[in-house]
């Protein structure tokens, strides 16, 4: 014999019905079988806020139910032909009838018991039972419709009924010998020993099955449902869940009692007394073996599942007038028992000054007044404190057996929580160690279960979730970059790298699932773009709340600069090529190094200078290892050395800055490369790398272009102004030449001084040989003496640049790990 269930999501409509029919018929050809139906798919909770409506004296309920009587007519109507259709249409007319008196004078007294709520939820059970066992005859199955409440025999804890056994499993016993035939059960009900009908609880149905399957002592017990078993975690919170092959009843009890919805908590004791296996399988592919829940674990891992439970509160009892005084934890939960309020989770420390509580947020006002009013003398006294009530908590756990005397499980939690920015406001893990449970925000609840499934599940395969400012050049690449080696990195590297959040200056626009890489839309044209604001932008991504996410500026703004410290305060890592925050004040750059340090996230900006080139990594290197920098020489502007090779072919200063500007070889405004600023703020990034406390005033700047040039009123005018200055640059050339040396535009450090600027140089200096718009940096160091440490190559242009602000975010998927 065994038991089959289905739930009120596999009886929703016709095509599903189909599909469950298909199931029972495969299966009775091989054994015998029992099925236990719930009511099609949302009618009971539309019952019960019907009742509500009636109660409150609003008579929108009337429609609620007339929806329900014509859903339920036109389910008979698809399902059985016309010459049989009248007895199951009277029966359900006959149902709603009774309905209809029922609601009204709930609507005219303004009442409605819990033993009221039951008797109504529990015509959608019988309702669907019915039509569904006549149906069935229709498909030539020996159909017998079973009402639940003559054979499951309860108390009359109406809404939640207890079982007796005793009687119950006798009752099911004796009239499955003296009944033939395929008994479809109702699920869910029960009744009392007066008759009075009863439920078992929300989605109880699974327990009904489980009740039949024990007082038959069937061989197995199968619950079809709308997913594959019990997967890994919420399938609605957490993308990734999959599914659980095989669970202990243990695992299977404490996964459901923290909201795995899944399956209904008390199906397992019956089940485990007896042994039953209990299979949870999908009603829309049923092919899929699902989760086998047994005495058997499975396998090794650490923990099977992580579930969540939301609408939390904590009561927190502290006082210094609680230390060692005994008595109080009894008093405290005395109290709460009396106003029948169920305790979620407990946390004392051993210091005793404080019990933590978690509760249902709906219950909370009472067990504040229940604990008060218990220890109105001590608050009185100031012995203790008033009940400190904090609303809109979660309970995260993650359950298993194996944590059993495993070390690790409460490590990897909290590491990954923390990492995650998720504060944890209590903790409990019981002595069984069966399930590690924390307190967590309601705001946090989702980037909680998601980063615990990727540390305990997914710990091969990371996501990193970008939220990208700066969609030009270097951003476009990068995007195009992510896109083609998105495959390989997953493959190969277990990283994935998402972008959900895109913008230029004037448009943003963000992406919950991630946006098509191949196909990314400018911020303008992606849906729901939403015109630029860097606040809030920033506030966004905090609101999306994922983990491992990642801030990659491609701008050269300082007002996206200004944001850093939010970025990283809110424990998201940031990527950037934007020298604007680290050449800014010594302050600024400390500020942001500690911040990142504290907040245990990474802060990568290897593209501040010589764009790819590993120019800061290296400088980090030296310093962690205990190096210390003597002299740093450095060539650190394309476009500068782009002059200087044209002026050596003869051609006049004025045209080559115009040259250049022309090909896109120097920023917009010449002078801000000719000016020695950005040069400058390179050498400052790099000295300040190098430990030493600079600030931008410290650099001695030499410009390329004399003051007039500089202070010239527009562009035109500087470039204009030029001319005058191209016999002086000729007679610096020809005297260079004569010495056999070449010009270069270069920054110094030694001695704690910093200099940028035109320097003449002979053919055994390293940078005699540059050409094109390479850099090149000179480390001379404590280690590398005799001769530098030398870094030469590309320092410019979109490609390279994008290629080092990736590298940076995939050296971020390697750390987080
Ligand atoms: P039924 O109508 O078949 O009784 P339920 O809606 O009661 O189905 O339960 C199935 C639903 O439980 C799934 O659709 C899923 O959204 C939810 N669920 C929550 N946690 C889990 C989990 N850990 N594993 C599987 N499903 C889960
Ligand atoms: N129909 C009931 C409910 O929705 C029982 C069940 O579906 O298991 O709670
Ligand atoms: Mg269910």
Known sequence: MKI????????????????????????????????????????????????????????????????????????????????????????????????????????????????????????????????????????????????????????????????????????????????PGLKIITGFIGSTEKGETTTLGRSGSDYTAAIFASALNADSLEIWTDVSGVLTSDPRLVYSAFTIPQLTYNEAMELSHFGAKVIFPATM??????????????????????????????????????????????????????????????????????????????????????????????????????????????????????????????????????????????????????????????????SSELNISAVVSQADLQKALNALHEAFFLSDNKVLHVFLVGVGLIGKTL???????????????????????????????????????????????????????????????????????????????????????????????????????NSGSLETYKGLKKLAYKRGVKFLYETNVAAGLPVISTLQDLMLCGDKVLRIEAVLSGSMNFIFSELEKGTPFSEVVKQAKEKGYTEPDPRDDLSGMDVGRKILILGREAEQDLQFEDIQIQSMVPADCVDAQSVEEFMAKLPAHDAEFAHLLAEAKSKGEKLRFMATLENGKAMVGLRSIDSSHPFYTLKGSDNMILFTTERYHDFPMIIRGPGAGADVTAAGVFADVIRLGNFSR
């Open 269 to 430: 004791q019956p089940a485990m007394r007896k042994g039953i296996p209990i299979y949870i399988k999908n009603t829309f592919d049923p092919e899929n073996p699902g989760t086998l829940i047994s005495n058997e674990s499975g396998n090794g891992k650490l923990i099977k599942g992580i579930s969540s439970m939301s609408g939390i509160s904590l009561l927190n009892i502290q006082g210094a007038g609680l230390i060692e005084v005994v008595g109080v934890s009894r008093r405290v939960f005395g109290s709460l028992a009396d106003a029948g309020i169920n305790v979620i989770l407990i946390s004392q420390a051993s210091s005793e000054h404080s019990i933590c509580i978690a509760i249902k947020t709906t219950e909370v006002i009472a067990a504040k007044e229940s604990i008060e009013k218990e220890f109105l003398y001590e608050i009185k006294n100031g012995e203790m404190d008033p009940v400190l009530v904090v609303s809109e908590m979660a309970v995260v756990a993650a359950v298993g057996e194996n944590m059993k005397h495993n070390p690790g499980a409460s490590g990897r939690m909290f590491q990954a929580l923390g990492r995650n920015n998720v504060n944890v406001f209590a903790i409990a893990q019981g």
């Open 4 to 179: 089959l269930k289905f739930g009120g999501s596999s009886v929703a409509n016709l095509e599903n019905i189909r599909k469950v029919f298909a199931i029972i018929q495969k299966q009775i050809k091989k054994e015998e079988i029992a099925v236990v139906f719930s009511a099609l798919g949302g009618v009971t909770e539309i019952l019960l806020q019907s009742a509500q409506k009636a109660k409150e004296g609003d008579r929108s309920y009337i429609d609620e139910v007339k929806i329900l009587e014509d859903r339920h007519f036109e389910l008979v109507r698809q399902l059985i032909p016309i010459q049989s259709q009248s007895t199951v249409l009277t029966y359900v007319k006959v149902r709603f009838n009774e309905l209809d008196d029922l609601f009204h004078g709930v609507y005219l007294i303004k009442e409605c018991s819990a033993k009221t709520l039951d008797y109504v939820a529990s015509f959608g059970e019988r309702l669907s039972a019915f039509i569904l066992a006549e149906a069935l005859k229709i498909e030539e199955l020996p159909a017998v419709f079973v009402d639940a409440r003559d054979l499951v025999r309860t108390n009359n804890r109406f809404g939640n009924a207890k079982v007796d056994f005793f009687t119950t499993n006798d009752l099911i016993a004796d009239y499955f010998h003296s009944h």
């Open 479 to 581: 995007i195009r970059m992510i896109a083609q080696q998105r495959k390989k990195l997953m493959q190969e590297n277990d990283l994935d790298i998402q972008i959900h959040g895109i913008a230029n200056s004037r448009y943003m626009a963000f992406d919950e699932d991630g946006f098509d890489l191949a196909n990314c839309p400018l911020p303008q044209d992606a849906k729901g773009a939403k015109p630029m604001d860097i606040k809030k932008f920033v506030a966004q991504m905090e609101e999306m709340n994922f983990s491992n996410s990642v801030f990659v500026d491609c701008t050269a703004s300082q007002d996206v600069a200004d944001v850093y410290e939010q970025v990283l305060e809110a424990k998201v890592a940031l990527v950037t090529p934007n020298k604007k925050a």
